[in-house]
């Protein structure tokens, strides 16, 4: 019996949960809307909604549950929290990388960060530079630092060449 994921992350839009999870659930493999809640006459004096308008979309990225709400513009996304991808290969990065920015903005992008067109900040990483990184090797993993530093998108052989020197 597989586990309970005991915490899901809600993402706050004003009007945009569907379009954002569909947009989502197309770029990550194992992914699926689950269930879509509307507002109705209830409480529309507080959250100002249309009845039958988008209120929840749960959805699943690569089997990791999401809620996506409709509340409004009183809060926007900022830097304070991303979500990081785990990538295995170069291709990978591209994937991700190219998908979340296209229509994002680009002066957020550095170091694997990047914002998506609804504001949501991604870490595009491969599993390589975090491995680079921790090596006890100081020298070796601060030529891998300073490398990343200087990238948008993460490039592999780049980080490798400065790991060797």
């Known amino acids: 019996m597989p586990a309970i994921q005991r915490i899901t992350p809600c993402l706050w839009f004003d009007d945009q949960a ?3 999870a569909n947009f989502y659930t197309v770029i990550f493999p194992n992914s699926r809307i689950v269930h879509i809640s509307r507002y109705g006459e209830a409480g529309k ?3 100002g ?3 039958g308008s988008v209120m929840v979309v749960a959805f ?3 089997g990791q549950a999401f809620t996506a709400l409709n509340g409004g513009p009183v809060f926007q996304f900022n830097e304070a929290i ?3 991808i785990d990538c295995q290969s170069q291709e990978e990065v591209d994937h991700y990388w190219v998908t979340l920015s296209e229509g994002g903005d680009e002066k957020a992008q550095q170091c694997g960060w990047l914002k998506d067109k609804y504001g949501l900040s991604w870490q595009v ?3 390589v530079l975090i491995e680079m990184l921790s ?3 100081y020298e070796k993993s601060q030529r891998v630092f300073q490398a990343m530093l200087g990238m948008k998108k993460i490039e592999i052989a780049e980080l490798e060449r400065a790991y060797a020197g």
């Open 49 to 51: 909604k249309p009845p």
């Open 45 to 47: 004096e507080v959250h």
């Open 135 to 137: 090596d006890p090797d």
């Open 18 to 20: 569907e379009e954002a």
């Open 82 to 84: 991303s979500l990081q």
């Open 125 to 127: 990483v491969p599993r």
């Open 60 to 62: 699943e990225l690569d």
